[in-house]
């Protein structure tokens, strides 16, 4: 089963609608969650963390579900400036691979005008 | 300004020549990573570091190595690529393993 996993879409949706991905992790122990945006070919940056109480920052809006283990991202009347990639990061624990935080392969979200 | 510094960005080289992809943060972070990132399989981790002299291979060590002399350094050095290195490269840091990851802007490598 793999670690992290993410609708790769992508996710045609109007100006002005509001859309909702899903992100999946598989070890139950994880504690730390983000939602990260990609551009095309730029580095990823941090959109916003994922508390266990849920948060809001803006049009933004991420959830955190530990017994059944998925993260959400809602985003609110849509921008064509969030056409992205969107990325779910968990993270995971040393002991042989990898350390740190572990990301999603993307969802990739295309706002049309 | 807080940042992540990656050189170069661009490099076409051929296969067998040795290079170093540069990384340098000014955060005073002591966790640093390398991940490379392929169409259709996502970011994965190359090799990380927790502090000075201390590294640890990822996912796909494999052709790589790394150094951490000093803190704000984390080199990246291929000592023979082949084609099947040719990616988008990203250098990362943070103040721990699970928290906020700063990355750099990327290297984009082609091995001919």
């Known amino acids: 089963r793999k670690e992290v996993e993410q609708d790769p879409g992508p996710f045609n949706v109007p100006e002005g609608a509001t859309v909702a991905f899903n992100c999946t992790y598989s070890?139950?122990?994880?504690?730390?969650f983000f939602w990260y945006r990609q551009d095309c070919r730029k580095e990823p940056k941090l959109l916003m963390s994922?508390?266990?109480s849920g948060n809001e920052d803006g049009r933004f809006t991420a959830q955190l579900n530990r017994a059944s283990q998925y993260i959400s991202l809602l985003i609110r009347d849509s921008k064509l400036s969030d056409s992205a990639t969107y990325l779910c990061?968990?993270?995971?624990?040393?002991?042989?691979?990898?350390?740190?935080?572990?990301f999603g392969k993307g969802t990739h979200l295309i706002i049309q005008p | 300004e807080a940042q992540v510094t990656q050189n170069p960005r661009y490099l076409i080289t051929v296969t067998g020549k040795k290079l170093t992809v540069t990384c340098s943060q000014n955060?005073?972070?002591?966790?640093m990573s390398w991940y490379r990132q392929d169409p259709g399989l996502g970011l994965r981790q190359i090799y990380y570091?927790?502090?000075?002299?201390?590294?640890d291979k990822g996912d796909v060590p494999e052709g790589y190595k790394v150094s951490r002399k000093e803190k704000r350094n984390f080199p990246l050095i291929l000592e023979s690529p082949s084609p099947n290195q040719t990616s988008l490269y990203f250098c990362?840091?943070?103040?721990?393993?699970?928290?906020?990851?700063?990355f750099g802007q990327g290297t984009r490598l082609t091995v001919v």
């Open positions: 994922v508390y266990s």
């Open positions: 070890n139950s122990a994880s504690q730390s």
């Open positions: 570091s927790m502090n000075v002299e201390v590294t």
């Open positions: 955060m005073n972070h002591e966790y």
């Open positions: 990061v968990v993270n995971s624990y040393s002991g042989g691979g990898a350390d740190g935080l572990t």
């Open positions: 990362a840091s943070s103040y721990g393993r699970n928290t906020e990851a700063f």
